[in-house]
């Protein structure tokens, strides 16, 4: 979404010094490779990448070390799965409904059915068990004559079922990266990224890539590199669909795996493709998060996970397009349903009147629990505010999820509610909570506060940061493909984020569906510009400073390059030669220009803060940084 223009504060990276020489930056080049822009090199400095060294292992990370040196117990692990395999044994993969637990799940169903043992998915019903392993499942399985679970992506929290697994002599390896709690229940090896050395490149890895880190040791035991043939592909789904962070091992194995993809020998991956639109073409990491991993997270939120265990682990195509069909239509289910929600929880705010709360908590009984989580993510980008989605629960109770803007801490601002919360868990950008109805009001209010200080220190709207200073002359495909030198993007190294300043306005056009195209213009370089779902003023002015993301757009066959607008302000370099600009933050409007070197900003009563006064405040830090960028003063 694209806010308007008085939404919106710019903040640009600190500057980078003695790097911003050309000459400087580009000795951030490895030997011996091909040079990347200035532009680029800049971004790379400004996200910590300081050094020739640095910009190489980002290009070409090094090879995953020996597991078995990072975690303790995998040989373990390993050696108790040999036996199983040889002993043709049954063994339980306790999974989770979502993305990374359905392709964990899969990874080892497949992985074990290969080896020679019996695999057998176990996950629980999202709507009807809740999250993790339960005491009800263990029972069931050990009736069913299942002597070893191992759990994927959730285990080190399932207390009651551990004990009740030990009570009935079953054995359990628990591979999980959730916060590890003390104690833990009883286990016969714990794989878990928090168990490795400080600093390792295994860190990051989210629950998929624990469970090709215990296949490819099996493997390896075994002298079976056969068995771990599509595990990569399932590594590569799941970690992107996690959002887990692309540093480390997940780098590197996301470099090699992502590449073949689209060739992949699973029937269901193929199948997939297929229905997606995205069939022979090559898979990057943007598409499998917006093509694929909706498709299967669609039926952890609205069906049977064991659906998509049985798509990506089946070897006949037939039934294989029959099970991506059945994930189509539940993801056009989870559309329609996620439509209806946000319409009626943006009508339920408009009746509330025109002040928006600190932190949005709208609640609604009929509202379903398994997509509630993608409303709140679409209410945060349109409102910059915590918010938290609320359904019924039965007995009195409500289910919420909660997500947020980068920086207000979800996990600590359920911590300090927990006196109030039924349960609760998460991350500082999402989690969720039960609670009693009757304890709402006094929660919302707790909430309302702490989200009220976090507005008031980092100035409350829209923050727009752009990484590096881009001419829009210097965009072609020869720089997209350097661009694409940078990748897989994804969490801790995102897509880049340019500005260009003082670009000419040609034409705007508003779209159907709110979206705004705009043509741009700067030294003779005409570029086209989206804004999706423009929230702004009906008529922009002719000069304008733009950020944005740099896309490759596809359609009817045509392919041309955009720019993927995520910030718009009025510009102080065009034509005109202002020398003061006008900065709106809220109801307060401020004038800035400059003075010699500095800046002098003027409020409507007439005071004055001056840019060498160094203010302790950070709204006025922070304001002081906007009209630095704002007058050109910051690069």
């Known amino acids: 979404m694209l806010p308007a223009l008085h939404e919106q504060r710019w903040q640009l990276p600190a500057a980078l010094g003695a790097l911003a020489e050309p000459e400087a930056l580009r000795q951030l080049n490895p030997a011996g490779g091909e040079p990347l822009p200035d532009a680029l090199l800049t971004l790379l400095a400004r996200r910590g990448h300081g050094s020739a060294e640095a910009v190489a292992a980002l290009l070409q990370p090094p090879q995953a070390p020996d597991p078995l040196l990072h975690f303790a117990d995998l040989a373990a692990a390993a050696t108790r799965l040999e036996q199983a395999c040889r002993q043709g044994e049954a063994v339980a993969i306790c999974g989770d409904y979502d993305a990374d637990g359905m392709t964990s799940t899969a990874l080892l169903v497949g992985v074990l059915e290969r080896l020679g043992a019996r695999p057998q998915a176990a996950i629980p019903s999202r709507?009807?068990?809740?999250?993790?392993?339960?005491?009800?499942?263990?029972k069931d399985l050990a009736g069913q004559g299942v002597a070893l679970l191992v759990t994927v992506d959730n285990g080190v929290s399932a207390h009651a079922a551990l004990e009740r697994a030990r009570e009935l002599g079953l054995e359990v390896i628990l591979t999980d990266h959730h916060t590890i709690p003390e104690p833990l229940p009883p286990h016969l090896a714990l794989l878990h990224p928090q168990r490795t050395p400080e600093g390792s490149p295994f860190r990051g890895l989210a629950?998929?890539?624990?469970?090709?880190?215990?296949?490819?040791?099996?493997?390896?035991?075994?002298?079976?590199?056969?068995?771990?043939?599509?595990?990569?592909?399932?590594?590569?789904?799941?970690?992107?669909?996690?959002?887990?962070?692309?540093?480390?091992?997940?780098?590197?194995?996301?470099?090699?795996?992502?590449?073949?993809?689209?060739?992949?020998?699973?029937?269901?991956?193929?199948?997939?493709?297929?229905?997606?639109?995205?069939?022979?073409?090559?898979?990057?990491?943007?598409?499998?998060?917006?093509?694929?991993?909706?498709?299967?997270?669609?039926?952890?939120?609205?069906?049977?996970?064991?659906?998509?265990?049985?798509?990506?682990?089946t070897e006949d195509p037939e039934r294989a397009l029959e099970l991506a069909r059945?994930?189509?239509?539940?993801?056009?289910?989870?559309?329609?349903?996620?439509?209806?929600?946000?319409?009626?929880?943006?009508?339920?705010?408009?009746?509330?009147?025109?002040?928006?709360?600190?932190?949005?908590?709208?609640?609604?009984?009929?509202?379903?629990?398994?997509?509630?989580?993608?409303?709140?993510?679409?209410?945060?980008?349109?409102?910059?505010?915590?918010?938290?989605?609320?359904?019924?629960?039965?007995?009195?109770?409500?289910?919420?999820?909660?997500?947020?803007?980068?920086?207000?801490?979800?996990?600590?601002?359920?911590g300090a509610c927990a006196d109030l919360l039924e349960r609760y868990g998460g991350h500082p950008a999402a989690g969720g909570f039960t609670v009693r109805a009757e304890r709402l009001a006094e929660l919302q209010q707790r909430l309302q506060q702490r989200a009220r200080l976090w507005l008031e220190e980092r100035g409350g709207s829209h923050p727009v940061e752009p990484e590096a200073l881009l001419s829009l002359t210097a965009i072609d495909r020869e720089f997209l493909r350097q661009q694409r030198r940078l990748e897989p993007f994804g969490i801790g190294h995102p897509q880049p984020v340019y500005w260009s300043s003082g670009c000419e306005l040609r034409s705007q056009k508003l779209l159907r569906g709110g979206h705004l195209q705009l043509e741009l213009e700067q030294d003779g370089?005409?570029?086209?510009?989206?804004?999706?779902?423009?929230q702004g003023e009906a008529r922009l002015p002719r000069w304008l400073d733009v950020a944005y993301r740099l896309r490759l757009d596809?359609?009817?066959?045509?392919?041309?390059?955009?720019?993927?607008?995520?910030?718009?302000?009025?510009?102080?370099?065009?034509?005109?030669?202002?020398?003061?600009?006008?900065?709106?933050?809220?109801?307060?409007i401020y004038w800035c220009r400059r003075q010699g070197t500095g800046l002098v900003i003027r409020n409507a009563a007439g005071e004055e803060l001056h840019s060498g006064s160094s203010p302790d405040h950070p709204y006025l830090r922070a304001l002081l940084q906007d009209a630095a960028t704002a007058l050109g003063l910051a690069a």
């Open 525 to 534: 370089a005409r570029l086209r510009a989206i804004g999706w779902r423009w």
């Open 127 to 138: 709507l009807e068990d809740g999250y993790g392993l339960n005491a009800t499942m263990v």
């Open 207 to 313: 629950g998929v890539g624990l469970a090709y880190v215990l296949a490819a040791a099996l493997c390896r035991r075994q002298g079976r590199a056969d068995g771990l043939r599509m595990a990569l592909d399932l590594f590569c789904i799941g970690t992107i669909a996690d959002m887990a962070p692309l540093a480390g091992v997940n780098r590197r194995w996301l470099i090699d795996g992502l590449p073949r993809l689209g060739q992949s020998g699973l029937a269901g991956l193929q199948a997939l493709q297929r229905l997606a639109g995205v069939e022979g073409q090559p898979l990057d990491a943007e598409a499998v998060s917006f093509r694929i991993a909706p498709r299967i997270n669609a039926v952890g939120r609205l069906g049977d996970p064991q659906l998509v265990v049985e798509l990506l682990t």
């Open 554 to 588: 596809r359609w009817q066959e045509r392919e041309r390059l955009q720019l993927e607008l995520l910030g718009l302000r009025p510009s102080s370099t065009g034509e005109s030669g202002d020398a003061e600009v006008m900065l709106q933050r809220g109801e307060r």
């Open 326 to 414: 059945d994930c189509e239509g539940l993801n056009r289910q989870r559309r329609e349903l996620c439509e209806a929600i946000e319409a009626e929880a943006l009508a339920l705010l408009e009746a509330d009147g025109s002040a928006r709360p600190d932190f949005v908590l709208l609640a609604q009984n009929h509202w379903h629990h398994g997509v509630i989580g993608i409303v709140a993510a679409r209410l945060v980008e349109r409102l910059n505010r915590p918010c938290a989605l609320l359904a019924g629960e039965g007995n009195g109770r409500l289910r919420a999820s909660v997500r947020a803007p980068r920086g207000f801490a979800v996990d600590g601002a359920l």
